[in-house]
Structures are given as structure tokens and as C-alpha cells.
């Protein structure tokens, strides 16, 4: 449990930091200088999950935060914008700009419809999250699921002892134990 509980605590912290120190590289002049912002930021991220010096490394969070807050919330709309173009395209549909998107919402019927595959807002000010639901691969073959819908008795048969022995099961083995299982209750003494 212990294990658990310090997993998701660092999970929670490495959220929380890369929501923060969400630059990307380019917004720097160099490969240096983003090297060093990521190690900086992971160094940071490694003491507050360690639990070294966390009253600073607030403190500096809580600076950066207040420097940088228009950044910060331009690059969260750019991710965002990022992963509905995403979320477009997986669907097959061409990216919305910011345009077709108020056109398409003003089109929607009812107050506080989110068109599918749009994203919401969780909560005021937060990240938004994607609705709807991403497209599922469809099955292969005919009507039945795993395709066996046209096999007759015979063929299920030989198929499921031929599945049996793939996977190390086989009557003997069943015969063996419950013979053995059987017997060997009776000669404990």
C-alpha cells in the first residue's frame, strides 16, 4: 500500500509541475536553454516528491506562476487546441478553427451543448477535457464477434481442445489430478 500511496503522490506532483512549467522548445533560443529549463524543472519535481527543501521550491513555484501566468494559460490553450485537432482527425474530420467552432456552438440547440468531440471545461480556469467518445475498431469477418458463426459442431470441438493444449490443458492432465485428488484423500493417515 505504501508503494501505491507514494506512486500517486508523485503522479500528482509531476501533474501539477508539468501544468506549470509547460514550455516547449520553441519557445527557447537554444537547445541549451531548454535542456536547462527541463532539468531545472525535473529537479524541482524530484525534491518535492523527496520532500527536500519544499518550502523554497513552493516559493519558487508560486514566483514563476505569478511571473508567467499568460504564458502558462497560452500554452494550456495551446495544448488544448492541440488535442482537438487531434481528436478531429482521429474521428476523420477536418481540425476546427476558433470560427466554425463558435459558428457550430451557436448552431447547437439548447443552452450548455457541447458539439461532439469538442472539449468542456472541467472547472473554471482548468484543463479542458475531451467528450464524446474516441472511434472503436470494428470487427473483422461476419456477424459473430470472433468470427466462428458459420463453423459446425465439430469444427467448435477441435478448436477448443486445440486451445486446450496451446494453453497446456488437456483431458489427460484433468483425469491425472482428479484421480490423484480423489485417492489421495483416502490414504492420509
Known amino acids: 500500500m505504501v508503494v501505491s500511496s507514494s506512486h500517486n503522490k508523485e503522479i500528482s506532483i509531476r501533474r501539477r509541475i508539468a501544468s506549470i512549467f509547460n514550455k516547449r522548445e520553441d519557445d527557447f533560443p537554444s537547445l541549451k536553454e531548454y535542456n536547462d529549463y527541463l532539468e531545472e524543472v525535473e529537479d524541482m519535481t524530484f525534491n518535492l516528491i523527496e520532500g527536500i527543501d519544499v518550502a523554497a521550491i513552493e516559493e519558487k513555484i508560486a514566483n514563476y506562476q505569478e511571473e508567467n501566468a499568460e504564458q502558462i494559460m497560452i500554452n494550456r490553450a495551446r495544448k488544448a487546441e492541440e488535442l482537438a485537432a487531434a481528436l478531429a482527425a482521429s474521428k476523420g474530420q477536418p481540425a476546427q478553427t476558433d470560427n466554425d467552432a463558435a459558428a457550430n456552438q451557436n448552431s447547437q440547440a439548447g443552452l450548455g451543448a457541447v458539439p461532439q468531440g469538442q472539449y ?10 475531451p467528450t464524446g467518445m474516441a472511434p472503436q475498431p470494428l470487427p473483422l469477418g461476419g456477424g459473430d464477434m470472433l468470427g466462428f458463426a458459420g463453423d459446425d459442431e465439430d469444427t467448435m470441438r477441435l478448436r477448443a481442445e486445440r486451445g486446450a493444449r496451446a494453453g497446456g490443458w488437456s483431458v489427460e492432465i484433468s483425469r491425472k489430478r482428479a484421480l490423484e485428488e480423489a485417492f489421495g484423500s483416502m490414504w492420509i493417515c
Open 120 to 129: 468542456a471545461p472541467t472547472f473554471p480556469g482548468g484543463q479542458p477535457r
